[in-house]
RNA sequence: GGCCCCUUGGUCAAGUGGUCCAAGACUCCGCCCUCUCACGGCGGCAACACGAGUUCGAAUCUCGUAGGGGUCACCA
C-alpha cells in the first residue's frame, strides 16, 4: 500500500505539514505549568466544571504558569446557542478568569490560537494527513450498520465491543478499493491503525490517584469523523501539544480513555502532558451517592449560586475546603487574606468523590459573609437584587444608608454575627426595618397590662442617643424598679414575688419594636430605626396592650 | 459483563507500620455566657466496609470478598 498516495487521495487540499505548525506553535519556554479548561459548549457551566476550571487555575498560578480556556465545539449537534457566553460568564462570575485563549465571542488572546477547536479543522487535517502518510491512520466506510451489527455479535460471544483486530473490515483495504468507495460517494471516517494490544499493560502516573495500570488500547479508534472534524481524543492530543499544556487536569471518567490519549501521544510524537484526574462531585440521593446531574440537581448549575445570591467567593472557598481540606484551616489562620494566597496542591486532593454538602456549603457562606463590610454587602445585595428581587433592591436603593445601617448592625468586631449566607436571607432579615405590622403574637406571658405599664414607663426614660451598655443599664433599673427580677433565674427562684424577669421586659420592647423575638442587638435597631419610628412602634404596641 | 477508580463518624476529612482505645470542621444534642437570637466557650453522640495474610506491631502493606462510582459512540 502506497500510504503517500492514500494521504494525497484524502487530503488533496492539504498542504502544510506537521513542521509547519511546530513552527508556528512553538514550545513555550519557562518552567510554570501550562494548563486548561477545555469544555464543551452544551448547556450551562456545571459545578463540576467549575471546580475543574478552579483547580486548573490554581495549579497554573502556583507555578507562575499559564492558565488558558479552549472550547471543545467538535459535536454541533450537542451544541447550545449561548453555550460559549455561558461557560465565560460563569468562569468569571466566581473569578476563574484564564490567562489565556477565549475571552468572549469570536474574541481570544495569546500565541497558540485559535483556542475554538471548530477554527483549527486544517491543523487536525495536516496531522491526520501525516498519520495517513505513516500507516497509522486509514479510511473507514463501514457505516452505522456495521458497527452496530458486530457490536451485537460481540455481545453474543461475550467480547469486547469495538472496532479491533478481527472486526475491523476496513484496515487492509487496497488503494484501489479505497477509491472506488471513494468515487462511489461512500462516505467515511478516518480510522487510527492502533498497533497496540490488549495483553500489553501500559501504566501512567496520575497527579491525584498514582500510579494506573491498564490495558493497552488496541481499538482503531476514530479519529476524523465523517465530516472532517476531529474526535475529542484526536483534537485533545494535537491542541494540548500545539498549545504546550504541561498538565492535563480534567474529571475522572476520562481515566478510561487515556490509554488511548497515550497512544495517539506517542504515535504522534509528541510528549503527553501529566494528567491529574479528579473525581466528580457527588449528591446523596437516597442513601447512596451519584454525581450531581445537571438535569436533576439545580445546585449543579453554576448559575443556581448567582440566583440564590451566594456571595461568589464563598463558592470558591467551598469548593477550595472540598479539593484541599488544609484549606480550612488556612482560612482560620489567615482571615483576611485572599484565597489566592493559599498554596493549593494537588497532590492534597481527595481521591475519591466528594459529596456536596449544602448545610457546611452555608456555614462556609456565613464566615464569607461575615467578613465583609456593610458597604460591600450593600453593593452584593443590590447588584444580587437588582436581577433577581425588584422589591428588595427598590427597598435597597431607596434609601442606601439606612440599607448600610441595617448591615452594620454588630457587623465586624470578634463577635460577628452569622445571619446570612446568601443575598437572598437579606429580604427576611431586614424585613421589619421596611414592612411593619406586628401581630404582636411573640409578646411575653407577663399580661397585656404588663406590657402597658412597661412600655409607657420606658418612653419616659428612652433616649436615642444612648450606646448599649448605658441602654441596657436604665432598660434594666426600670424594670428592677417595677418589680422585676433582675434574671430569669431569679425569677423562677421565687416566682411570686416578681411579675417577671428583666428579659421579659426587653422581650416586650423587642417584640413592639421588630415583632419579633429573635433579633440581633435591639438598641442598635433602634437606633437605625431612628427616635421618631421607634417611638411610633411603641405607641402602637401601647395601643394595642390597651385592649 | 470486560476494564478502571474508590471505600476512616450522617457529611468533608487528618492519618504514609508504633506517638491512634483515630485529629479537626459541618450537622445534631447538652451546658455556660447572655435582654432574645446569633457569636463565642466547654462537653457529648458518632468511623478505620468485611475476611485472610505479612509483621513483634496495620486505619496505614499484600491478596480476596462486598459495596459505591466511572467507562465501553462518527459525545465530550
Given at each position: 500500500?502506497?500510504?503517500?498516495?492514500?494521504?494525497?487521495?484524502?487530503?488533496?487540499?492539504?498542504?502544510?505539514?506537521?513542521?509547519?505548525?511546530?513552527?508556528?506553535?512553538p514550545p513555550r519556554g519557562?518552567?510554570?505549568?501550562?494548563?486548561?479548561?477545555?469544555?464543551?459548549?452544551?448547556?450551562?457551566?456545571?459545578?463540576?466544571?467549575?471546580?475543574?476550571?478552579?483547580?486548573?487555575?490554581?495549579?497554573?498560578?502556583?507555578?507562575?504558569?499559564?492558565?488558558?480556556?479552549?472550547?471543545?465545539?467538535?459535536?454541533?449537534?450537542?451544541?447550545?446557542?449561548d453555550g460559549v457566553s455561558?461557560?465565560?460568564?460563569?468562569?468569571?462570575?466566581?473569578?476563574?478568569?484564564?490567562?489565556?485563549?477565549?475571552?468572549?465571542?469570536?474574541?481570544?488572546?495569546?500565541?497558540?490560537g485559535p483556542y475554538v477547536?471548530?477554527?483549527?479543522?486544517?491543523?487536525?487535517?495536516?496531522?491526520?494527513?501525516?498519520?495517513?502518510?505513516?500507516?497509522?491512520?486509514?479510511?473507514?466506510?463501514?457505516?452505522?450498520?456495521?458497527?452496530?451489527?458486530?457490536?451485537?455479535?460481540?455481545?453474543?460471544?461475550?467480547?469486547?465491543?469495538?472496532?479491533?483486530?478481527?472486526?475491523?473490515?476496513?484496515?487492509?483495504?487496497?488503494?484501489?478499493?479505497?477509491?472506488?468507495?471513494?468515487?462511489?460517494?461512500?462516505?467515511?471516517?478516518?480510522?487510527?491503525?492502533?498497533?497496540?494490544?490488549?495483553?500489553?499493560?501500559?501504566?501512567?502516573?496520575?497527579?491525584?490517584?498514582?500510579?494506573?495500570?491498564?490495558?493497552?488500547?488496541?481499538?482503531?479508534?476514530?479519529?476524523?469523523?465523517?465530516?472532517?472534524?476531529?474526535?475529542?481524543?484526536?483534537?485533545?492530543?494535537?491542541?494540548?501539544?500545539?498549545?504546550?499544556?504541561?498538565?492535563?487536569?480534567?474529571?475522572?471518567?476520562?481515566?478510561?480513555?487515556?490509554?488511548?490519549?497515550?497512544?495517539?501521544?506517542?504515535?504522534?510524537?509528541?510528549?503527553?502532558?501529566?494528567?491529574?484526574?479528579?473525581?466528580?462531585?457527588?449528591?446523596?440521593?437516597?442513601?447512596?451517592?451519584?454525581?450531581?446531574?445537571?438535569?436533576?440537581?439545580?445546585?449543579?448549575?453554576?448559575?443556581?449560586?448567582?440566583?440564590?445570591?451566594?456571595?461568589?467567593?464563598?463558592?470558591?472557598?467551598?469548593?477550595?475546603?472540598?479539593?484541599?481540606?488544609?484549606?480550612?484551616?488556612?482560612?482560620?489562620?489567615?482571615?483576611?487574606?485572599?484565597?489566592?494566597?493559599?498554596?493549593?496542591?494537588?497532590?492534597?486532593?481527595?481521591?475519591?468523590?466528594?459529596?456536596?454538602?449544602?448545610?457546611?456549603?452555608?456555614?462556609?457562606?456565613?464566615?464569607?459573609?461575615?467578613?465583609?463590610?456593610?458597604?460591600?454587602?450593600?453593593?452584593?445585595?443590590?447588584?444580587?437584587?437588582?436581577?433577581?428581587?425588584?422589591?428588595?433592591?427598590?427597598?435597597?436603593?431607596?434609601?442606601?444608608?439606612?440599607?448600610?445601617?441595617?448591615?452594620?448592625?454588630?457587623?465586624?468586631?470578634?463577635?460577628?454575627?452569622?445571619?446570612?449566607?446568601?443575598?437572598?436571607?437579606?429580604?427576611?432579615?431586614?424585613?421589619?426595618?421596611?414592612?411593619?405590622?406586628?401581630?404582636?403574637?411573640?409578646?411575653?406571658?407577663?399580661?397585656?397590662?404588663?406590657?402597658?405599664?412597661?412600655?409607657?414607663?420606658?418612653?419616659?426614660?428612652?433616649?436615642?442617643?444612648?450606646?448599649?451598655?448605658?441602654?441596657?443599664?436604665?432598660?434594666?433599673?426600670?424594670?428592677?424598679?417595677?418589680?422585676?427580677?433582675?434574671?430569669?433565674?431569679?425569677?423562677?427562684?421565687?416566682?411570686?414575688?416578681?411579675?417577671?424577669?428583666?428579659?421579659?421586659?426587653?422581650?416586650?420592647?423587642?417584640?413592639?419594636?421588630?415583632?419579633?423575638?429573635?433579633?440581633?442587638?435591639?438598641?442598635?435597631?433602634?437606633?437605625?430605626?431612628?427616635?421618631?419610628?421607634?417611638?411610633?412602634?411603641?405607641?402602637?404596641?401601647?395601643?394595642?396592650?390597651?385592649?
Amino acid at each position: 500500500m502506497d500510504f503517500n498516495a492514500l494521504a494525497e487521495l484524502l487530503f488533496p487540499e492539504i498542504t502544510k505539514t506537521p513542521q509547519d505548525y511546530e513552527k508556528i506553535y512553538p514550545p513555550r519556554g519557562g518552567d510554570g505549568k501550562v494548563t486548561r479548561f477545555a469544555p464543551s459548549p452544551t448547556g450551562f457551566l456545571h459545578i463540576g466544571g467549575l471546580f475543574a476550571a478552579l483547580i486548573s487555575k490554581r495549579v497554573a498560578m502556583e507555578s507562575g504558569g499559564t492558565f488558558y480556556l479552549r472550547i471543545e465545539d467538535t459535536d454541533k449537534k450537542r451544541e447550545i446557542d449561548d453555550g460559549v457566553s455561558e461557560i465565560i460568564k460563569g468562569l468569571e462570575a466566581f473569578g476563574v478568569t484564564p490567562d489565556e485563549g477565549v475571552l468572549g465571542f469570536e474574541k481570544e488572546s495569546g500565541n497558540y490560537g485559535p483556542y475554538v477547536q471548530s477554527r483549527r479543522r486544517e491543523i487536525y487535517q495536516t496531522y491526520a494527513k501525516e498519520l495517513v502518510r505513516k500507516g497509522l491512520a486509514y479510511p473507514c466506510f463501514c457505516g452505522a450498520d456495521y458497527m452496530e451489527s458486530i457490536k451485537a455479535q460481540q455481545e453474543k460471544e461475550k467480547v469486547r465491543t469495538g472496532y479491533y483486530g478481527k472486526w475491523t473490515r476496513c484496515r487492509d483495504l487496497s488503494l484501489e478499493e479505497v477509491k472506488e468507495n471513494i468515487a462511489s460517494g461512500k462516505s467515511y471516517v478516518l480510522r487510527l491503525r492502533s498497533p497496540g494490544s490488549e495483553e500489553n499493560r501500559i501504566s501512567f502516573i496520575d497527579g491525584i490517584k498514582g500510579k494506573i495500570e491498564m490495558p493497552e488500547n488496541d481499538m482503531d479508534i476514530v479519529v476524523l469523523k465523517s465530516d472532517g472534524i476531529p474526535t475529542y481524543h484526536f483534537a485533545h492530543a494535537v491542541d494540548d501539544h500545539l498549545m504546550g499544556t504541561t498538565d492535563v487536569i480534567r474529571g475522572d471518567e476520562w481515566i478510561s480513555s487515556a490509554p488511548i490519549h497515550l497512544q495517539l501521544f506517542e504515535l504522534l510524537g509528541f510528549e503527553a502532558p501529566k494528567y491529574s484526574h479528579i473525581s466528580p462531585i457527588m449528591k446523596e440521593d437516597g442513601g447512596g451517592k451519584r454525581k450531581l446531574s445537571k438535569r436533576k440537581d439545580p445546585e449543579a448549575a453554576v448559575t443556581f449560586y448567582h440566583e440564590q445570591g451566594y456571595p461568589t467567593n464563598a463558592v470558591t472557598e467551598y469548593l477550595l475546603t472540598l479539593a484541599n481540606s488544609n484549606y480550612e484551616e488556612w482560612r482560620r489562620d489567615n482571615p483576611a487574606l485572599p484565597n489566592e494566597d493559599f498554596p493549593f496542591s494537588l497532590d492534597k486532593m481527595s481521591v475519591s468523590g466528594a459529596l456536596f454538602d449544602l448545610d457546611k456549603f452555608n456555614d462556609v457562606a456565613k464566615n464569607d459573609v461575615t467578613r465583609y463590610s456593610a458597604d460591600e454587602i450593600y453593593d452584593f445585595a443590590t447588584s444580587w437584587a437588582e436581577q433577581y428581587n425588584i422589591p428588595l433592591y427598590k427597598k435597597l436603593t431607596d434609601n442606601p444608608s439606612y440599607a448600610k445601617a441595617i448591615f452594620a448592625i454588630e457587623r465586624g468586631g470578634e463577635k460577628p454575627r452569622k445571619d446570612i449566607a446568601k443575598w437572598s436571607d437579606i429580604e427576611e432579615y431586614s424585613a421589619y426595618f421596611y414592612d411593619f405590622n406586628p401581630t404582636y403574637e411573640n409578646m411575653p406571658e407577663i399580661g397585656k397590662e404588663n406590657i402597658y405599664a412597661l412600655l409607657t414607663e420606658y418612653k419616659k426614660i428612652y433616649s436615642p442617643a444612648d450606646e448599649n451598655e448605658a441602654w441596657f443599664a436604665k432598660l434594666k433599673e426600670l424594670a428592677l424598679s417595677m418589680g422585676y427580677a433582675k434574671n430569669p433565674k431569679e425569677y423562677k427562684k421565687n416566682p411570686d414575688s416578681y411579675k417577671g424577669a428583666v428579659s421579659d421586659f426587653a422581650t416586650a420592647l423587642r417584640v413592639a419594636v421588630t415583632d419579633r423575638r429573635n433579633t440581633p442587638d435591639l438598641c442598635a435597631i433602634m437606633q437605625v430605626l431612628g427616635e421618631k419610628e421607634a417611638l411610633s412602634r411603641i405607641d402602637k404596641a401601647i395601643e394595642w396592650s390597651k385592649k
